[in-house]
C-alpha cells in the first residue's frame, strides 16, 4: 500500500468508525481528508500528527495523532497496510469537538463484538 492510499483508506475508516458508533453527535459527523507526517522523536515511540478535517459538513479543520502499535517496526520504510485499522476494531478513535483535536490509538483497538 502507499502512502496517498493509506491516507484514503484512513479516511474512509475513520467514517465507518463514526457511523457505528452508539452517540449520536459522532454518528453523524464525517471525515472528508486527513494527512500527516510520520514524526520520529529522539526517544519514544513513533506517531503520525498532522490535519484532518471533520465534522457535521466534514470541513472543520482539526489536528490529529496517530499512536503507532507498539509492535510496528518503522526502522526501515513505513509499513503503511499495517498501521490502517481493520474492520472489526473499534475503539481507537477520540473526536474532542470542542478543542478540534482528534487522536488515534491502535494499541486501544478492542476486537468489535457484534
Not at 510520520?38 to 519514544?44: E, F, K, W
Request: contains cysteine; negative net charge.
Amino acid at each position: 500500500m502507499t502512502e496517498d492510499e493509506f491516507w484514503r483508506k484512513l479516511e474512509w475508516r475513520i467514517c465507518l468508525e463514526l457511523s457505528e458508533t452508539n452517540d449520536k453527535i459522532f454518528r453523524w459527523i464525517w471525515c472528508d481528508g486527513i494527512r500527516g507526517n510520520l514524526v520520529r522523536p529522539p526517544s519514544g515511540q513513533p506517531y503520525l500528527a498532522g490535519s484532518i478535517w471533520i465534522g457535521s459538513d466534514g470541513q472543520t479543520e482539526m489536528q490529529f495523532t496517530m499512536q503507532l502499535p507498539r509492535e510496528i517496526s518503522i526502522d526501515g520504510p513505513t509499513p503503511w497496510s499495517a498501521l490502517l485499522p481493520a474492520e472489526n476494531l473499534t475503539g481507537w478513535l477520540f473526536v474532542d469537538l470542542q478543542k478540534k483535536i482528534v487522536a488515534i490509538d491502535l494499541n486501544r483497538a478492542e476486537t468489535f463484538n457484534s
